[in-house]
């Protein structure tokens, strides 16, 4: 996904604009550029990995101290060094940089066009350069504003001007970005982890607001140039933390700090004794939910697996009528939501157009909206009516893991919460808590099996097609493992209901095709059984996994997986791990790119 990185100060703007890119690589793109302004703007452009465009560059000619960079992720024209930002206008006088998308950049184009102005790319935010220079006059913060009342859609955007040295403009309307507040300069980027190791002191920018920045001062203001007083919030994320320690992939990484980031998602937040929770981020409304009669949970990709944990256990343990939808679905239907339900947006970066776009629908039509979210300040966790963040840190690798795991968590401390303002028991409620709270170890038991999951992949990474099966809990657990190894190894895998399988799928089955069940000895053990009888007597291979000491399952599987013991409602949070690790091995017995799948975002910003 695109990313933005913008300097202006004391020092040369060059090392540290490549190493913000850097750092924002883990997000996905396929080109890059810089523009650097010192008597006059030095600009360059590449197709691929930033290490292409350092290459290119004559480090002398960008010796300024003002800049702007830019990963892009194509939407709007094909990945070429002629679409990568910055864009300029015609007389090369303005330089943009920009996240988003402007919905009405054919009419502008079109106009511009009419007026005489010519186009060198395909994208939306060329127009945003060319109109900058049709509206200047001689303030460059006048023909940004002129510029901004045009525009319809999305942009987080940096504005350089040749005419006006030294002078960073930067706005936003929906696509982060953050101030980050350094001595005698200033970092602004689109993620906090490109200006971490220069400032930690940060203001984050919201919908509608300009920052108008020099080399020791900034202003704040909105599009009717009203200023706008912000405060400078601290960054607690350590660089190290965005490390690797160690791995070789940040998946393996992440994978094996799952222990602790459900230690940490949970930390605080559970008074076991009395079989109640304890979010201080949704005090504020408990008096709400407890008359709160629905639920919708809305999120995208890995995040609407969790969500569909999430709806199972709040109809079983809180009695309440739930709901799970894809939030691209979500804003384009007329759902039914009113002042009595809570619509809760699942999102580990807080930034998913979808997941945000559904989320201020909910809000429009009077819903308490909650947030589970993972990146704090980011946009859906301020727009929330309040919300709970999941404390696991920076998930880096574009393939979510421990975010699963901590949003299912999490979801279970609502289910608590809610079950207990209703009719949950003191008793289920410490029970709850109680396997909540051991399942850390019980990670652990897991991620020590890695090399056991190795050997399984060894078997199977030649396979073209895999099919991932599971009931109830463990049905979101089968999609959500299928999803994993789409992602990382592009081999075909499809998650179903284990009792589906008879409706077509079973066509399909012979001793090429293998199959994943997730059969932990649940309440549905039995008929995953039964499923599992009818794959083998089509001699289709099985992968299962099930709950330490089943010795029933050895005799009839080819290849089984044990998870420890724990409530049926938690086993999505055991059972998905061994999947994780399944398909991480199984993409790098392909050669792929675990961290860095290829056409995958880690944040997708754009709908
Ligand atoms: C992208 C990522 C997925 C993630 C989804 C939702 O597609 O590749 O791993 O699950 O977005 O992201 P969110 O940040 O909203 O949880």
């Given at each position: 996904m695109c990313g933005i990185v913008a300097y202006i100060g004391k020092n040369k703007a060059l090392p540290i604009l490549l190493d913000g890119l850097k750092r924002l690589e883990y997000r996905g793109y396929d080109s890059a550029g810089i523009a650097v302004l010192n008597s006059g703007v030095h600009s360059i452009k590449s197709v691929g990995k930033i290490k292409a465009l350092e290459e290119k560059l004559d480090s002398k000619k960008f010796s300024g101290k003002i800049g702007i960079a830019h990963t892009r992720w194509a939407t709007h024209g094909e990945p070429t060094e002629i679409n990568a930002h910055p864009h300029s206008g015609d007389q090369g006088k303005f330089w943009v940089v920009h996240n988003g998308i402007i919905e009405n950049y054919r009419t502008l184009k079109d106009k511009l066009i009419q007026k005489g102005h010519n186009f060198k790319s395909q994208t939306d935010t060329e127009v945003i350069a060319h109109l900058l220079e049709d509206f200047y006059k001689d303030n460059i913060t006048d023909a940004l504003i002129s510029t901004l009342k045009l525009l319809k859609g999305t942009y987080g955007l940096a504005v350089i001007c040749k005419d006006e040295p030294d002078k960073l403009l930067v706005a936003r309307n929906g696509s982060p970005l953050v101030i980050g507040v350094g001595q005698d300069e200033t970092i602004i980027a689109s993620d906090v982890s490109a200006l971490i190791r220069h400032t930690r002191q940060v203001i984050y920018l919201d919908d509608g607001e300009i920052a108008e920045i020099d080399q020791n001062n900034f202003r704040i203001i909105n599009i009717q140039e009203k200023e706008i007083k912000k405060t400078v919030e601290e960054i607690e994320w350590s660089l190290e933390q965005a490390?690797?320690?160690?791995?070789?992939?940040f998946m393996l990484k992440e994978i094996n700090e799952q222990p602790e980031s459900i230690i940490n998602s949970i930390r605080g937040r559970t008074i076991i004794k009395d079989g109640k929770v304890k979010l201080g981020g949704l005090e504020t409304i408990m008096n709400i939910t407890r008359f709160i009669e629905k639920i919708s949970i809305v999120a995208c990709g890995t995040a609407k697996h969790a969500g569909m944990v999430g709806q199972l256990m709040l109809e079983e343990y809180a009695n309440l009528e739930t709901s799970v939808e894809f939030a691209s679905e979500f804003r384009y239907r007329k759902p039914i939501i009113d002042q009595k339900t809570a619509v809760i947006a699942v999102s580990?970066?807080?930034?998913t157009a979808d997941t945000l776009a559904a989320m201020r629908e909910a809000k429009t039509k009077g819903a308490l909206t909650l947030g589970i979210v993972n990146a704090v300040g980011s946009t859906i966790a301020r727009e929330t009516d309040a919300g709970v963040y999941n404390h696991i840190g920076p998930e880096i690798a574009v393939a979510s893991t421990k975010a699963f795991t901590s949003q299912v968590a999490i979801l279970a401390l609502f289910t608590v919460l809610f079950g207990r303002q209703r009719q949950m028991s003191m008793v289920m409620g410490r029970r709850i808590l109680g396997e909540l709270n051991a399942l850390p170890d019980k990670i652990k038991f897991v991620v020590k099996q890695n090399n056991k999951i190795k050997k399984i992949a060894k078997k199977y990474y030649k396979s073209n097609n895999i099919l991932y099966m599971g009931r109830k809990y463990n049905y979101p657990t089968a999609i959500e493992g299928a999803l994993k190894l789409k992602e990382l190894s592009y081999i075909h895998a499809e998650g179903l209901p284990s009792g589906e399988m008879k409706h077509g799928s079973i066509a399909m089955i012979d001793k090429d095709f293998p199959s994943v069940f997730i059969a932990?000895?649940?309440?549905v053990y039995e008929k995953n059984l039964s499923n599992i009888e009818e794959i083998k007597a089509r001699s289709g291979p099985v992968i299962a996994v099930t709950t330490e000491g089943n010795k029933e399952l050895k005799k009839l599987v080819d290849e089984i997986f044990y998870i420890p013991k724990t409530l049926e409602m938690l086993t999505p949070i055991l059972a998905t791990i061994p999947l994780q690790l399944f398909a991480y091995h199984m993409a790098l017995l392909n050669n792929k790119d675990v961290d860095k799948p290829r056409n995958l975002a880690k944040s997708v910003t754009v709908e």
């Open positions: 490390e690797k320690s160690g791995y070789p992939h580990q970066s807080g930034e932990p000895e649940d309440s």
